[in-house]
């Protein structure tokens, strides 16, 4: 069931949206080689619990549930990496990060995705490419649309490229739980699914990799690879739509609230 929230309820995840805006800010500020991806979480974690809320991720799932409160997701790895005391960071690697906290019963879920030093032309394409898909698929999300409207603006700018295009992994409704109804997928056609209405929220989350489509988990349970080793990149943002354009979450506020 989709869930309409009302303007209250949207004030609390938008409240949850901005600790994950700081919380990125700050990890940001540590990306450098050495680092751990076990200590980025560790820095996450403290300020999510020191703002008040709770980590989504952690404990989240049965496949072994998730043990950590961020995915660190490295060079090939799509979404879901573990974070790890052994895996240090190294110049040239490309770091996605995925982020989720619950503040008084609501979530905010958002990532991002970053460069150890100065990126390669073609890596800075592709995590420029990946933010501007899903920026058309936050502005296809607007009342009247349909799901396959906000698929359909995403894929186009996948193709432009020639980039490949995650398929199993998709965005979803968000709410009093991080996982809702509907599924959004990063891909579709046109003037298809379910229309939008003013009040829903979604996460909507590209990931577009270097060179095809293909994924495969690996034997953690959790972590998501390209089958051919190419470069990855996501990006997410919590969204509400509205009877105008849609409202961002979980980028920074204007207002600072």
Not at 43 to 54: N, Q, S, T, V, W
Not at 89 to 94: R, S
């Amino acid at each position: 069931m989709v869930t309409i929230k009302r303007p209250d309820e949207i004030a609390r995840m938008r409240q949850a949206g901005q600790i994950l805006v700081d919380i990125l800010d700050a990890l940001k500020g540590q990306l450098r080689p050495g680092i751990t991806s076990a200590d980025l979480d560790a820095i996450a974690e403290r300020m999510i619990r020191d703002a008040g809320a709770i980590p989504s991720f952690k404990g989240y799932g049965s496949r072994p549930p998730f043990p950590a409160s961020i995915c660190v997701s490295i060079n090939d790895e799509v979404v879901h990496g573990i974070p790890s005391r052994v895996r240090h960071l190294f110049e040239g690697d490309v770091v996605s990060i995925d982020i989720g906290c619950i503040l008084a019963g609501w979530h905010a879920d958002c990532a991002r995705t970053w460069a150890i030093g100065t990126p390669s032309r073609k890596v800075q394409e592709l995590m420029d490419a990946t933010r501007r898909g899903m920026e058309a698929g936050i502005a296809a999300a607007i009342p009247g649309n349909r799901l396959g409207d906000v698929g359909a603006a995403i894929e186009a700018v996948a193709h432009e490229r020639g980039y490949g295009i995650v398929r199993p992994f998709v965005g979803h409704g968000i709410g009093t739980a991080m996982h809702e109804e509907p599924s959004v997928p990063n891909y579709g056609r046109r003037g298809t699914g379910m229309r939008i209405e003013a009040g829903m929220c979604f996460a909507i989350e590209p990931m577009f990799n270097l060179g095809g489509d293909g994924v495969a988990l690996m034997d953690d349970g959790w972590t998501v690879v390209t089958t051919d080793g190419s470069l990855s990149a996501h990006f997410e943002n919590t969204i509400a739509t509205t009877t105008d354009a849609p409202e961002i979450l979980t980028e920074r506020s204007l207002s600072g609230s």
